[in-house]
């Protein structure tokens, strides 16, 4: 008799986690409306980039300075991102906190944890 009611209660707890983990994702045109949050912004990088300093852009939703969100891997962090560049055309999920800079949203990464090839 109790074997139903635990089983419902484990499959709406598991429902409700894949639906928790789904709304999680955002396009990068949504990441505006996210900024100082924690999310996963999902996407295909148009362009990748380095600045003068070493500071790597790869930029989603258009080239620079058409692009509506990007990702900020900082020179210290570099060597942790030896393929970067063959991110260019590929879908990525990047997860971490979007801040605002310049009016566009973006996600400073450290760390090839926060970015996953889709």
Same mark, same amino acid.
Request: net charge positive; aromatic share 16%.
């Given at each position: 008799m109790h074997f139903l009611p635990k089983?419902? !209660?484990?499959?709406?707890? &598991? !429902?409700?986690?894949?639906v %928790?983990? !789904?709304?999680?994702?955002?396009s990068p045109r949504e990441a505006v409306n996210h900024? *100082?949050?924690?999310?996963? @912004? @999902? *996407?295909?990088? %148009?362009?990748? %980039?380095? %600045?003068?300093? *070493? &500071?790597?852009?790869?930029?989603?939703? *258009?080239? =620079?300075?058409?692009?509506?969100? =990007?990702? @900020?891997? !900082?020179?210290?962090?570099?060597?942790?991102?030896p393929s970067v560049y063959s991110y260019k055309g590929q879908t990525l999920a990047i997860s971490g906190r979007i801040e605002l800079y310049k009016g566009k949203p973006q996600i400073i990464v450290s760390s090839p944890d926060q970015v996953q090839l889709r």
């Open positions: 089983s419902l !209660f484990a499959v709406i707890l &598991t !429902f409700s986690f894949a %928790s983990a !789904f709304a999680g994702e955002i900024v *100082g949050e924690r999310t996963t @912004v @999902v *996407g295909v990088v %148009s362009q990748v %980039s380095n %600045s003068g300093k *070493g &500071t790597t852009f790869i930029n989603f939703g *258009g080239r =620079y300075p058409n692009h509506v969100f =990007y990702v @900020v891997i !900082f020179k210290k962090n570099g060597h942790k991102f």
